[in-house]
């Protein structure tokens, strides 16, 4: 972020702690709010808020910031709420899609077999994942652990973790190839 020569206000440039922890309190209460209405969930408008400036302080040094930072804060607080809203309305479209297919499941024993068949074949591809992706898909996927709580958990970087998770699942794609239609569903929920 290139600060302006004009002013030195602790908002154009946040680089120190205390600059940018006055940016936080100034902030924080009105990004939580104006998430909550995207998201309508108070938990996760904090998570959204907390990782937006999570993300200005990783990278405030390398961010250039041509509007305001209180224009930077919204917008990016926009975006992730509408990532979060993608995330969801996918895992709701996974869940009834599996809710379906375990109703004709159950009315055919061929759709069992095909299912644990699946299965079988899934676990076998999870478990030839090398030992750090494998168990990073398994706490992201498993666990149900998002890509911070996991790069802290290990202590290695959310990037690593995001690069991780898309070689297991660009594997597990190739591996099902033969059950793509079932696992175009499956790899719907597990893309994030």
């Not at 206000?9 to 709010?33: H, I, M």
């Not at 961010?63 to 979060?84: D, F, P």
């Not at 070689?167 to 790899?187: G, M, N, S, T």
């Amino acid at each position: 972020m290139q600060p302006n020569p004009k002013s030195n206000s602790f908002e154009d440039d946040f680089r120190t702690k205390a600059d940018f922890e006055r940016l936080f309190r100034k902030y924080y209460q009105n990004l939580c709010s104006y998430v909550f209405y995207f998201l309508k969930d108070h938990a996760a408008a904090e998570e959204v808020v907390q990782d937006v400036f999570f993300a200005l302080w990783q990278k405030r040094d390398e961010l250039k910031i041509t509007s305001s930072v209180k224009s930077y804060l919204y917008k990016a607080a926009r975006n992730h709420s509408l990532n979060v809203l993608k995330h969801i309305e996918v895992r709701e479209n996974y869940k009834q899609h599996n809710e379906r297919l375990r109703a004709e499941t159950e009315a055919g024993e061929e759709g069992v077999l095909e299912t644990k068949e699946l299965q079988k074949r899934i676990e076998n591809a999870i478990n030839q994942l090398p030992p750090e992706r494998k168990r990073i898909f398994v706490m992201s996927r498993y666990e149900d652990l998002k890509y911070r709580e996991i790069a802290d958990e290990l202590g290695i970087s959310v990037k690593t973790v995001e690069a991780q998770m898309g070689k297991a699942l660009r594997f597990l794609r190739e591996q099902l190839v033969d059950y793509l239609p079932l696992w175009l569903y499956v790899l719907l929920f597990f893309e994030r």
